[in-house]
């Protein structure tokens, strides 16, 4: 670890920094936590203090500096149909529901979506879903996969995974089906999977009108970075874009508190949905 100085003035203003660009929020004992996560890329930019991050972010270099603080600041675990329950609910409630023909369309957002894993595993559920259905052989999913990582993106875009990445949630069957080895111990995502996501830069504290109107949104584990009255304002943002009637789905942990008059609550056992109203 390379360490660096964290002043309180400096703390505070890269938290303030931190929270006005991206939304994510750092509680008051935290400098461990950002020593620990930042200590390699301060080593890599000859960075000695916060002070002189938050200067070099607000430069020219700022973007691109600003995805990897990003990237290090939110690092967590992503896998391949995560909690597996949301993709259970998504192919016995949500797809019945919402694909009734050949010629049904159904809109998703994957909020969030990092290195890929989460869009991915809604269109491979999806290509089952229709396979097993063949009066929905015409019908049409798409998914809208947003980040505001630079860096993550592309990885999702490319679409190639080690073999150690593919054995976190992903079975070896799916594997075989939609995967292609590339090289010696690397696999990419079949064209057919791919063809039905669409890769965007969003900031979630931006507008969301270029994703158009939607029949669900799956928005889990990063609600957790943000305030009390950003969340909310998220999560009504959220609302807006949503069909009426349309579902929302969030991580276990997360939930939506004093937002009762947008959203029903929907019991699934196991899981929770949210329904716009």
Same mark, same amino acid.
């Given at each position: 670890m390379n360490p660096f100085t964290i002043?309180?003035?400096?703390?505070?203003?890269?938290?303030?920094?931190?929270?006005?660009?991206?939304?994510?929020?750092? &509680?008051?004992?935290k400098e461990y936590l950002?020593?620990?996560?930042?200590? =390699? *890329?301060?080593? +890599?930019?000859?960075?000695?203090?916060?002070? !002189?991050?938050?200067?070099?972010?607000?430069?020219?270099?700022g973007?691109? *500096?600003?995805?990897?603080?990003?990237?290090?600041?939110?690092?967590?675990?992503?896998?391949?149909?995560?909690?597996?329950?949301?993709? +259970?609910?998504?192919?016995?409630?949500?797809?019945?529901e919402l694909l009734v023909s050949s010629s049904s369309q159904m809109k998703i957002w994957s909020a969030a979506c990092a290195t890929g894993q989460e869009p991915?595993?809604?269109?491979?559920?999806a290509s089952e879903y229709i396979e097993s259905n063949r009066g929905l052989k015409g019908a049409r999913i798409s998914i809208t996969a947003t980040d505001i990582s630079s860096t993550a993106l592309a990885v999702a875009k490319k679409g190639e995974y080690e073999l150690f990445a593919l054995g976190r949630g992903l079975s070896k069957q799916r594997q075989d089906k939609f995967f292609t080895q590339v090289s010696e111990?690397?696999?990419?995502?079949?064209? !057919?999977i791919k063809a039905a996501i669409a890769f965007k830069s969003i900031n979630l504290l931006d507008?969301?009108?270029?994703?158009?109107?939607?029949?669900?949104?799956?928005?889990?584990?990063?609600?957790?970075?943000?305030?009390?009255?950003?969340?909310? !304002?998220?999560?009504? =943002?959220?609302? &807006?874009? *949503?069909?009426?009637?349309?579902?929302?789905v969030l991580g276990a942990s997360e939930s939506l508190p004093g937002?009762?008059?947008?959203? +029903?609550?929907?019991?699934? =056992?196991?899981?929770?949905?949210?329904?716009a109203v």
């Amino acid at each position: 670890m390379n360490p660096f100085t964290i002043t309180r003035q400096g703390f505070k203003q890269f938290s303030s920094y931190l929270e006005n660009s991206c939304g994510i929020v750092l &509680a008051e004992n935290k400098e461990y936590l950002v020593q620990c996560r930042l200590s =390699k *890329l301060m080593g +890599e930019h000859a960075l000695k203090d916060l002070d !002189q991050l938050v200067l070099a972010m607000s430069r020219g270099q700022g973007k691109k *500096l600003t995805d990897q603080v990003v990237d290090a600041m939110t690092t967590n675990e992503t896998l391949w149909f995560r909690d597996t329950h949301p993709y +259970e609910v998504l192919t016995k409630r949500l797809f019945p529901e919402l694909l009734v023909s050949s010629s049904s369309q159904m809109k998703i957002w994957s909020a969030a979506c990092a290195t890929g894993q989460e869009p991915y595993s809604i269109s491979m559920a999806a290509s089952e879903y229709i396979e097993s259905n063949r009066g929905l052989k015409g019908a049409r999913i798409s998914i809208t996969a947003t980040d505001i990582s630079s860096t993550a993106l592309a990885v999702a875009k490319k679409g190639e995974y080690e073999l150690f990445a593919l054995g976190r949630g992903l079975s070896k069957q799916r594997q075989d089906k939609f995967f292609t080895q590339v090289s010696e111990d690397t696999w990419g995502v079949n064209s !057919q999977i791919k063809a039905a996501i669409a890769f965007k830069s969003i900031n979630l504290l931006d507008s969301y009108s270029m994703i158009g109107k939607l029949d669900v949104i799956f928005c889990r584990n990063v609600l957790i970075y943000f305030s009390s009255s950003l969340k909310k !304002q998220i999560l009504e =943002k959220m609302h &807006a874009q *949503l069909k009426p009637g349309g579902y929302l789905v969030l991580g276990a942990s997360e939930s939506l508190p004093g937002l009762s008059d947008k959203f +029903e609550v929907i019991h699934c =056992k196991p899981g929770i949905l949210y329904r716009a109203v």
